[in-house]
């Protein structure tokens, strides 16, 4: 039925003359009109018909419709027939599917355009933008075997704070509190965890923690960072080369800029190469609460990565490397997916120094295998609670909450 609607609009289409939405709407309204004559529908049927041939001819076909469903997270495309979306933290396999690969493509080359993109055969791989501030990751053949792959991570409407991850149950009320703590005495923490994980939430949740009258640097491959209230404010992004392979920008020339610009906080969404120096060197020279995120599958996996990532871009000595990583770091936080889809917090623990050549890592929290997130520690390096007026919080925090099983997390 959408089809042959479809294909009637089509026809009657004068592409001669530019056509708007208001008029689309109308020829839409008249061909389902004509054809409810021939074939009785519902008003939601029409209703529903009308608006998915408008999305079909003039927006995003059916992804229309799920990137204005707030329920939906993540929508992944596998060639034009083979749609997945997340929705509560789970996958599901998406009815519908695009007409044909031209189609698909279509819309591609739609969504790259209008971020002032590129893509085709000499550039078949694309990082871009929706005006929503999405993301989207775009492949396409002969790197892609099997059609045009395409995953858009939605952009959430509100921003996401420690209370909103509490109401889904990522950690408890008492834990969010110590995060919140931990921001405010200006720890310098590196969020880790797989992708999907939930580290660019977590990042947004802590961000929106800090007081509003600092001057924050954000530093962002794509910007999806949300902070609430913070006046001085800049958000820095990457820029990719051109068609010609010229001017760009990357993360280690945005952390340069950004220390020249007197920031009392630098948060960069995710290392992932030589920038760790840089980072590194930014907490250690008196940026301290700066917040960043890596992939790893543990904090101890998380440091290995951070040093494999120096060394990527300078010869050091690993002994050097390993001081500067233990005085620069003080928290991670690692994340992961559970079974079930769940996003949880799993670890919290503390940088503690180095012992011989091995940086040690000092565990606070630990998620057991009865699935609570519990105590095992207390912060060994208190001179930033005191510092920052934290201390009284965090002795409150750890003596009456901690201490038997009120607050601790199911």
Not at 252 to 276: C, F, H, M
Not at 358 to 378: A, C, D, M, S, V
């Amino acid at each position: 039925m959408k089809e042959e609607i479809k294909n009637r609009v089509i026809e009657r289409l004068d592409f001669t003359r530019d056509i708007t939405d208001r008029r689309l709407k109308e020829i839409i309204q008249e061909v389902i009109l004509e054809i409810s004559r021939e074939k009785p529908m519902l008003l939601e049927e029409k209703i529903k018909l009308s608006r998915e041939v408008f999305y079909a001819l003039r927006k995003l076909d059916f992804l229309q419709d799920l990137l204005e469903d707030e329920a939906v997270t993540e929508i992944m495309i596998n060639g034009y027939e083979h749609i997945f979306i997340e929705r509560g933290g789970r996958l599901y396999r998406y009815p519908e599917k695009f007409s044909s690969e031209e189609k698909l493509y279509q819309v591609v080359q739609q969504i790259a355009s209008s971020a002032n993109r590129m893509v085709n055969e000499m550039h078949p791989i694309v990082d871009a933008r929706l005006e929503d501030g999405s993301r989207v990751n775009i492949i396409l053949p002969p790197v892609s075997l099997d059609g045009a792959v395409m995953t858009i991570r939605k952009f959430a409407k509100e921003p996401m704070t420690l209370e909103w991850l509490c109401e889904r149950n990522a950690f408890s009320k008492e834990v969010g509190e110590f995060l919140k703590m931990l921001v405010r005495a200006r720890y310098n923490i590196f969020i880790s965890g797989g992708t999907g994980s939930g580290k660019t939430t977590l990042l947004n949740g802590l961000s929106n923690c800090i007081p509003k009258d600092e001057r924050i640097i954000t530093i962002e491959d794509s910007a999806e960072l949300q902070l609430n209230g913070i006046e001085n404010l800049v958000r820095l992004e990457m820029r990719n080369a051109n068609a010609a392979g010229e001017h760009q920008i990357d993360m280690k020339d945005l952390i340069k800029a950004a220390l020249r610009s007197r920031p009392d906080r630098i948060i960069v969404g995710e290392v992932r190469g030589e920038e760790a120096l840089s980072m590194l060197n930014a907490m250690n020279t008196g940026h301290d609460g700066s917040i960043s995120t890596g992939h790893a599958n543990s904090t101890g996996d998380m440091l290995r990565r951070i040093e494999t990532m120096v060394l990527m871009g300078v010869d050091m000595p690993i002994a050097a490397i390993r001081g500067q990583m233990a005085s620069a770091i003080d928290m991670i936080l690692h994340l992961g997916r559970l079974p079930d889809g769940s996003r949880k917090l799993m670890e919290i623990a503390e940088v503690s120094g180095i012992r011989g050549q091995e940086i040690q890592i000092h565990p606070i929290f630990e998620r057991k295998e009865n699935g609570r997130l519990e105590k095992t520690g207390e912060i060994l390096h208190i001179g930033k609670l005191k510092e920052y007026g934290q201390y009284e919080k965090y002795e409150e925090l750890m003596g009456k909450v901690f201490h038997g099983t009120e607050g601790v997390e199911t």
